[in-house]
Structures are given as structure tokens and as C-alpha cells.
């Protein structure tokens, strides 16, 4: 079979795509026919040797759906999660690496880790989900507990979690405010229905503007960390939450005052746990909720798509096409 691989650390272009053995499923797993996967940030980071426990060669890719047993599926990447609801195990691990992931024409997986693909969704639209979708659920209900009617600050809006986390709250009538330093992207969530949108590259006050456009900031869901999360503990109501699943800024330098006389509830999240995932795929289905696609390659041109996720130009997932 087809299948990307990276024998070595360089960036992207370091992806090549190699014909392998196909997997056989051990006890306890399924043969996944991939018919398309997604970028993460994660695969890209990979390539970099940013990410622990890097074995090559090794075959990327977290998120994919395709066909197992006659049935069209979708994969939960986050295996062995654990028992505890509240955090996952340390042994836990996400397809792509250490195990061989999805970016193949198959791929072996547990079997409790493969679910019927929701109907309305094309294999490229559910191959979008997985991995943003889940952590975007658990960040904003699971963690976030955001309510209809509450208002939600999305800060750094573009990204595959930050676009799901828009569909979401606008789906159960959230009103929702993003932030972004590209006004095209910030058009863009409007047209997905963002209320209020503010260009933090050209505002340096872009909190202040934040707070008196939308007068009160229930939940605050925040991947940047760095100056960014210190903001949003400066303009979230009193009681209210924010949510972090990322740093990409850097460490975060926060003044203690508004954490503590504010009563703020500052919770970290990543990924979904395996109830998470069915949760979401329910959701996605009940609400007829569309990932949004920014473009789909080929599994040949895996280098551009790749270099495109690095250069964060997209609006929504990357969406690798496996060959036939």
C-alpha cells in the first residue's frame, strides 16, 4: 500500500510517500480502508522533532475515515485513554506516532476506536473531525460548560479546533466573539455566524474593544497562551471560565488580582476522551454540523498541504485525499 512516511527530521519536505506492507489486524483491531485524513499541527511539528518519542521511520497522520466491514467510519485517534473522565492517562497516545497512523490506504487500529461515520458528512468532510472536533467539543462543553445564550470569546480564530468551537457554540445559540490578525479570516467567521470580530494586530487594545463591544465574556476558549491568555483573564465576567488547550505564543504572564477577586475558573483541556468522541459525533449529527474545509490534497502533494498547515494561512482543516 501507499502510505506517507518521514525517515528523517527536517520539516515538511521531508515527507515522502513509500509503498509499505499492508498491516494486519491483531486481535482486538480493525482494518481501516483510509479513503482521506487530516492535518494537525502536530504532524507538522513532528517533521520538526518538536514532538517526544519520534521513532522512524514512522507513518503520520491522527485523523481519517474510510471503510471497515462494509461500513463507512470515522477514527477516534486517542487510544487508551484510561478510566478517569477527568484527564487521561499517561500511557495514552494519539495515532501518527508512536503507532503508525492514518496518512495510508490502511491502517490497523482498536476496534472500540472505530464509529459509524455521521451520514450527512462526505469521507473528506468526517475526515476533518476527529481530532480538532474532539478537542474542540471537550473544550467548549466538557471543560467550558458553555450554556445557550452565554457569550464566548474564541481568540486566534482560523484553525481547525477554533472553527469547530465556532460551529459548536453557534448551535446552541451561544452569541460568539473571535479574535484573528487577518481581517479575511475574521470575514470568514462571520459568514459562519461570529457576532462580534476584532482584529487584534491592528487594535493593540483589541481586549478593551472585546469587553465593551460584547459587554460580558462568559467562557473564553484560548490556544495561544502568552500575552493572549493574560488578556482573557482581564475581560471574562466574574465567575466565568476560560479553557486552554495550547501555548502556542509562549507561557502566559497573568496578573493575580482578577484570577482570584474575579473567582475566575482557569481549565486546561486536551484532546476527548472516548465518551468525548461519541458525544461529539452525536452533536455533529443531531445539528447537521459541516467541518470546514480549507483545501483538499492529494496523498502525492502531502508536502504542500503540509507546508501550508506551517505557514497557518488556512481557514479550517487540511484535508488529505488517500489514492484509491
Known sequence: MKAVRLHEIGGPQKLVVDEVPQPQPQAGETLVHVRAGS????????????????????????????????????????????????????DAHILGVPRDGTFAEYVCV??????????????????????AGVTAFRATFTRGELRPGETILITGIGGGVQTFVLLYAKAVGAR?????????????????GADI??????????HKTVRKAAGTIDVAVDS????????????????????????????????????????????????????????????????????????VYGMNDVVAAAERMNEAGQFGKIVLRMAP
Open 39 to 90: 492535518l494537525n499541527h502536530r504532524e507538522v511539528f513532528i517533521t520538526q522533532g518538536l514532538y517526544p518519542n519520534i521513532t522512524l521511520p514512522c507513518i503520520l497522520g491522527a485523523d481519517g475515515a474510510g471503510e471497515a466491514d462494509g461500513q463507512a467510519v470515522v477514527v477516534d485517534p486517542t487510544i487508551g485513554w484510561g478510566e478517569d473522565e477527568r484527564a487521561w492517562s499517561m
Open 110 to 131: 482498536p476496534a472500540t476506536n472505530v464509529h459509524e461515520k455521521p451520514e450527512h458528512l462526505s469521507f473528506e468532510e468526517a475526515a476533518a473531525l476527529p481530532l
Open 176 to 192: 460568539v466573539v473571535v479574535t484573528s490578525g487577518s481581517d479575511e479570516k475574521l470575514e470568514r467567521a462571520k459568514a459562519l
Open 197 to 206: 470580530a476584532v482584529n487584534y494586530k491592528t487594535d493593540a487594545d483589541w
Open 224 to 295: 495561544a497562551g502568552g500575552e493572549t491568555f493574560s488578556k482573557c483573564t482581564a475581560i471574562v465576567r466574574p465567575g466565568g471560565r476560560i479553557v486552554t488547550y495550547g501555548g502556542t505564543t509562549g507561557d502566559a504572564k497573568i496578573r493575580m488580582f482578577p484570577v482570584f477577586w474575579h473567582q475566575l475558573d482557569i481549565r486546561g483541556s486536551s484532546m476527548g476522551s472516548p465518551k468525548d468522541f461519541r458525544a461529539m459525533l452525536d452533536f455533529v449529527s443531531k445539528h447537521k454540523i459541516k467541518p470546514v474545509i480549507d483545501r
